[in-house]
């Protein structure tokens, strides 16, 4: 079996290091080479750190890069750097050496030379080029490199964005294609796609068309820039971007040198003339508005706040080429989207609107179509490839084919055709078969058109993940309006959240209770806290909150307090395993919520924190509870003691947050005996499942804890001064302060006049009566009020 423990990356540059920076989160030993500096002064010719400055300085520029490229920046101490004429032969001890040099085909077999004369028989080798053709860079290498050589593309950043594009050669080994699909998939956390040696192989190919076909569809439909990234984002599942912001943020050179190589290498493209620059995007480039790096492109920043204190962003007028003040985009189709939750529905409302946002997404939509339907088999055999690559490579809610089945294939066919596209063959012999789709779903698998065998096959792969869409066609084993619970099989349920964010109100937390009663009633091995949403939870539902503490429905809100308290402690001392499975945001409430679990299987890519001093509060639902247990446990004889308290107080106090599963760890959000991280988010569900079937053999009910040591006044007088420390530091506001007080006042269990051990239930008491009383409080009714209208935290 093949192990891949040492990485050398050939490269420093920004994908260089960040490539470098992500094999170093998943425990490899890196050895990261680039060129001497040029210029080297005589006398600093054998100072090894000067000549290894090239790459050293670049690893520096990445680790301070936000967002960060590291998990943890500890892992920092897994890379190595060098340089070319020092270090190269140290190759010979690695087990896979990626190239990530300057995009010129002369380098890049320069350098290939010198890593066939020194690479070990059996080493990987691969090139992280977006768009050279992989074959070309063969030529005079051995047949051990041949067969042992691949693309694999990388997208930036290297660590958060999900696609990895493997592109064989046609000597590459299968097993060396085998090895990077799954490598890609379970050791690095990313969406691997078998792609085709051509022009900007698949991801690029019909993201830089589908861009370009918006830039041509803007000035023919009369839209602004504003109006058009409005409708390329979020109204359609897009990023926040957009279009135009997404070239400002990719930088118009890269974006324009694309879409002239492919309009250059595929002179049988039969859209050819949707890449063509338009003159707008010409007048950028020849006064150098290159974007964010140059500071302006198709936006720019006047460096000043209107009344409301937001920065002033002028928009480019692709008439008159001026920069000017657009108003807010008012467009029926937009209007029409905010109203409709559901992406499907949403994105066919806008797709039939008939205003011109409409006509712009669907005149879009509809050359799509028509482009990926052509573009099978040149860049990709499968459907799946493309959808993969568009959602993971350019963050797209749904992949283009995803896209025609959610408007209707049919429907797009005729509307296609009647506006002059033209629709790959293979589409009209798929409906003529009876197939109206291009996927299906059933018992829980999802299924894909192939086109050779003119029939449905089962997604490869997707057996080891569990998409919850995959059982909507089975009747689900509860269901309230905001949660689900699925049988996902071998005695095993999910209960997965459906509430706006996946905030936890009272459909949510009832739902966790009747699951956890049904699996300890049923024949039920454990429970499955997971969902396929962007985000885990965000927290409380804090409208709800709100809404009461403003009528002052003081028993109304301690009730939900301690049916929240209740419900988190019911996840720890069920009579089943509970376990939580994790990504994007696991803030307030659902981080309380995994830290009672039996176990948290936590995408690498998952934030963590105890956010509540944002809105005024402390955590309410166990979690400063769990915090004085997990500092009790922590405690040793002959221990200070002391500086433990402090170091959790200050975690919750200054709503510190883990920007990584790794970090949550150090935060002590995550306990090493109990959760694990899972690099690819898909897995994690899965992954849960797995660990429930393993808990479950053994399992015996927890008893709740009546041991739990606290340090009374003496730790109340140790982070009463941490806590004035941080207004010093101008870390707090007097409101932050009293906030402090009272997190401090549930850790030491009160004013209790020495050490003693205490219930969880009397500390549970504790934190619910402070977080009424922060509830009474006006600053922290006009902080719940900010979030919520503002959607970020208010300093008061």
């Not at 007048?283 to 409301?308: A, P, S």
């Given at each position: 079996?093949?192990?891949?423990?040492?990485?050398?990356?050939?490269?420093?540059?920004?994908?260089?290091?960040?490539?470098?920076?992500?094999?170093?989160?998943?425990?490899?030993?890196?050895?990261?080479?680039?060129?001497?500096?040029?210029?080297?002064?005589?006398?600093?010719?054998?100072?090894?750190?000067?000549?290894?400055?090239?790459?050293?300085?670049?690893?520096?520029?990445?680790?301070?890069?936000?967002?960060?490229?590291?998990?943890?920046?500890?892992?920092?101490?897994?890379?190595?750097?060098?340089?070319?004429?020092?270090?190269?032969?140290?190759?010979?001890?690695?087990?896979?050496?990626?190239?990530?040099?300057?995009?010129?085909?002369?380098?890049?077999?320069?350098?290939?030379?010198?890593?066939?004369?020194?690479?070990?028989?059996?080493?990987?080798?691969?090139?992280?080029?977006?768009?050279?053709?992989?074959?070309?860079?063969?030529e005079d290498r051995s047949d051990d490199f041949r067969q042992h050589f691949c693309g694999t593309h990388f997208f930036n950043p290297p660590r958060y964005m999900r696609l990895l594009e493997i592109i064989p050669t046609k000597e590459t080994s299968r097993e060396v294609i085998d090895f990077f699909m799954h490598y890609g998939d379970v050791f690095l956390g990313k969406q691997t796609v078998?792609?085709?040696?051509?022009?900007?192989?698949?991801?690029?190919?019909?993201?830089?068309?589908?861009?370009?076909?918006?830039?041509?569809?803007?000035?023919?439909?009369?839209?602004?820039?504003?109006?058009?990234?409005?409708?390329?984002?979020?109204?359609?599942?897009?990023?926040?971007t957009g279009t135009f912001r997404l070239g400002d943020l990719v930088g118009h050179d890269t974006a324009a040198k694309v879409i002239q190589g492919i309009k250059d290498n595929c002179?049988?493209?039969?859209?050819?003339?949707?890449?063509?620059?338009?003159?707008?995007?010409?007048?950028?480039?020849?006064?150098?508005?290159?974007?964010?790096?140059?500071?302006?492109?198709?936006?720019?920043?006047?460096?000043?706040?209107?009344?409301?204190?937001k920065p002033v962003v002028l928009a480019l007028n692709l008439e008159t080429l001026q920069y000017e003040q657009n108003p807010k985009p008012s467009l029926p189709s937009l209007a029409a989207a905010?109203?409709?939750?559901d992406l499907g529905k949403r994105v066919k409302a806008v797709f039939s609107s008939e205003d011109k946002g409409g006509e712009l997404v669907r005149r879009s939509l509809l050359g799509l179509f028509a482009y990926v339907s052509n573009r099978i088999p040149e860049i990709a055999n499968h459907v799946y490839s493309i959808d993969d690559a568009l959602r993971a490579g350019f963050a797209w809610d749904l992949g283009p084919f995803e896209y025609w089945d959610a408007i209707g294939v049919q429907k797009s066919v005729e509307l296609a055709e009647a506006q002059g596209e033209k629709i790959g063959q293979w589409v009209?012999?798929?409906?003529?078969?009876?197939?109206?789709?291009?996927?299906?779903?059933?018992?829980?698998?999802?299924?894909?058109?192939?086109?050779?065998?003119?029939?449905?096959?089962?997604?490869?792969?997707?057996?080891?993940?569990?998409?919850?869409?995959?059982?909507?066609?089975?009747?689900?084993?509860?269901?309230?309006?905001?949660?689900?619970?699925?049988?996902?099989?071998?005695?095993?349920?999910?209960?997965?959240?459906?509430?706006?964010?996946?905030?936890m109100g009272e459909g949510v937390l009832r739902g966790l209770n009747d699951a956890i009663k049904i699996a300890e009633e049923g024949e039920w091995k454990g429970l499955v806290l997971g969902n396929n949403g962007k985000n885990f939870s965000v927290g409380a539902n804090l409208m709800m909150l709100a809404m009461?503490?403003?009528?002052?429905?003081?028993?109304?809100?301690?009730?939900?307090?301690?049916?929240?308290?209740?419900?988190?402690?019911?996840?720890?001392?069920?009579?089943?395993?509970?376990?939580?499975?994790?990504?994007?945001?696991?803030?307030?409430?659902?981080?309380?919520?995994i830290m009672h679990c039996d176990a948290a299987m936590c995408a690498a890519e998952s934030y963590i924190g105890l956010v509540e001093v944002g809105v005024g509060l402390l955590p309410g639902g166990g979690g400063t509870k769990e915090f004085a247990v997990r500092a009790s446990d922590a405690f040793f004889e002959g221990d200070v003691q002391i500086p433990t308290l402090?170091?959790?107080?200050?975690?919750?106090?200054?709503?510190?947050?883990?920007?990584?599963?790794?970090?949550?760890?150090?935060?002590?959000?995550?306990?090493?005996?109990?959760?694990?991280?899972?690099?690819?988010?898909?897995?994690?569900?899965?992954?849960?499942?797995?660990?429930?079937?393993?808990?479950?053999?053994?399992?015996?009910?927890?008893?709740?804890?009546?041991?739990?040591?606290?340090?009374?006044?003496?730790?109340?007088?140790?982070?009463?001064?941490a806590a004035n420390e941080l207004k010093l530091g101008n870390y707090a506001s007097d409101h932050d302060i009293k906030i402090a007080k009272k997190i401090a006042f549930v850790l030491c269990g009160g004013d209790l006049t020495g050490d003693q051990q205490v219930s969880e239930q009397y500390l549970l008491d504790l934190e619910r009566e402070a977080f009424l009383s922060l509830c009474g409080e006006q600053k922290t009714l006009e902080r719940i009020q900010y979030m919520l209208t503002n959607n970020k935290p208010l300093r008061n």
């Open positions: 079996m093949r192990r891949i423990n040492k990485v050398a990356v050939l490269g420093s540059g920004v994908m260089g290091s960040g490539i470098a920076c992500h094999l170093a989160n998943i425990g490899l030993q890196v050895l990261m080479l680039d060129i001497l500096p040029k210029d080297l002064p005589e006398a600093k010719k054998n100072d090894k750190s000067a000549r290894n400055s090239v790459a050293d300085m670049a690893l520096a520029a990445s680790v301070k890069s936000k967002p960060a490229p590291l998990y943890d920046a500890a892992f920092l101490s897994r890379i190595t750097t060098g340089n070319f004429e020092d270090d190269f032969p140290k190759i010979k001890d690695y087990d896979w050496v990626i190239e990530v040099v300057v995009e010129r085909l002369d380098i890049k077999k320069q350098v290939f030379e010198k890593v066939d004369q020194y690479r070990r028989r059996g080493t990987l080798v691969t090139s992280n080029t977006s768009g050279i053709p992989i074959h070309l860079m063969l078998l792609a085709k040696d051509t022009p900007a192989f698949i991801a690029n190919r019909v993201g830089v068309y589908a861009m370009a076909k918006i830039y041509q569809l803007t000035t023919e439909i009369g839209l602004t820039i504003n109006e058009v990234d409005a409708l390329t984002g979020p109204a359609i599942g897009r990023p926040n002179p049988n493209d039969e859209q050819a003339s949707a890449f063509d620059i338009p003159k707008y995007l010409d007048f950028l480039l020849k006064n150098n508005f290159l974007g964010n790096k140059t500071g302006q492109g198709f936006y720019k920043k006047t460096g000043e706040k209107d009344e409301k204190g905010k109203q409709i939750e009209h012999d798929m409906l003529a078969a009876g197939c109206p789709t291009f996927y299906k779903r059933e018992g829980g698998k999802q299924f894909y058109y192939d086109i050779k065998s003119k029939g449905y096959q089962e997604v490869p792969g997707t057996e080891a993940f569990i998409i919850l869409d995959n059982y909507r066609d089975k009747k689900p084993v509860y269901q309230n309006p905001d949660a689900t619970l699925h049988d996902i099989g071998e005695g095993v349920l999910c209960l997965e959240f459906q509430s706006k964010a996946n905030t009461m503490a403003y009528e002052q429905e003081w028993e109304q809100l301690d009730f939900a307090v301690k049916l929240f308290q209740n419900t988190t402690m019911r996840c720890r001392y069920s009579g089943i395993p509970v376990v939580a499975a994790t990504q994007g945001y696991v803030f307030g409430g659902g981080c309380e919520t402090v170091e959790k107080f200050k975690t919750i106090a200054l709503a510190s947050v883990a920007t990584s599963a790794h970090e949550g760890f150090r935060h002590g959000y995550l306990q090493p005996k109990k959760d694990a991280v899972v690099l690819n988010s898909l897995r994690n569900i899965a992954e849960a499942k797995q660990k429930v079937l393993e808990l479950a053999d053994n399992y015996v009910q927890p008893i709740q804890r009546q041991d739990v040591t606290v340090l009374g006044r003496s730790g109340l007088a140790a982070l009463y001064v």
